[in-house]
């Protein structure tokens, strides 16, 4: 064998070789390897001293926080957030690497959900039939939809899932009846024009029947006021 040479860096490695010579018709053929690599860390030709460096392992920083939540479909997932650590210590010499992930995914917390926000009610509408049963609604604008699995905004809270946009309810239920107008009784006698009201007279009546159904309404004055005579010297 020859002289060992390193096989190069600090792998600790050396390499050595030999040669074969011819052998006659009567002799045994060379056996074996002409070349071997084997790892020699106390000769210092295949591992030289600034290779001995003290082994370290491999340490993780700190994680990051938590960023804020991703939003995801509305409907079906709360969303995601992620944080992340980088290598703070690298694997030196015969130290052990870094094990485990440079980052994770968990899902946002329910108390990160966030309801869809609305505007305050309006005002209900007219009833859309004086009788017969009708129906009013009202209405609020979204401000803020849902997010991160929050209670979205629905179409209708009676019929719909969600918090309600718009709200219906049943008004004039009573059932509708043939056409009644109005009825005034007659005019009280003139009330007035002495000691205690020199100036003026009043008379007055009263409505015996409300208008029912799409009878004419009582539009009538239910009261007179009058002057009283002068009286001349």
Request: hydrophobic fraction near 25%; charge should be neutral.
């Amino acid at each position: 064998w020859g002289d060992w040479s390193p096989a190069g860096g600090c792998s600790g490695l050396c390499t050595r070789r030999r040669t074969t010579s011819e052998n006659n018709e009567c002799g045994s053929p060379c056996a074996g390897p002409t070349e071997e690599t084997v790892a020699r860390h106390d000769d210092p030709l295949c591992y030289p001293e600034h290779c001995k460096v003290k082994a370290k392992d491999c340490e993780w920083a700190d994680w990051t926080e938590w960023t804020a939540c991703q939003k995801g479909c509305t409907h079906c997932m709360l969303g995601q957030s992620t944080r992340e650590r980088t290598i703070a210590v690298k694997q030196v010499g015969g130290g052990r690497p870094c094990s485990g992930a440079w980052n994770e995914t968990r899902p946002c917390q329910l108390s990160d959900a966030k309801d869809c926000e609305m505007t305050s009610w309006g005002g209900w509408t007219a009833c859309s039939q004086s009788c017969g049963a009708g129906w009013k609604f009202r209405v609020r604008r979204v401000l803020h939809e849902a997010k991160w699995g929050g209670k979205p905004c629905g179409a209708d809270g009676a019929y719909g899932e969600g918090i309600p946009i718009r709200q219906t309810h049943a008004c004039n239920v009573q059932a509708c009846t043939a056409p009644v107008p109005c009825t005034l009784d007659t005019w009280s006698e003139w009330q007035g024009c002495n000691e205690g009201s020199k100036y003026q007279k009043i008379r007055t009546r009263e409505v015996l029947m409300p208008a029912l159904g799409e009878g004419a309404h009582c539009n009538h004055p239910l009261q007179e006021i009058r002057g009283c005579p002068i009286e001349r010297a």
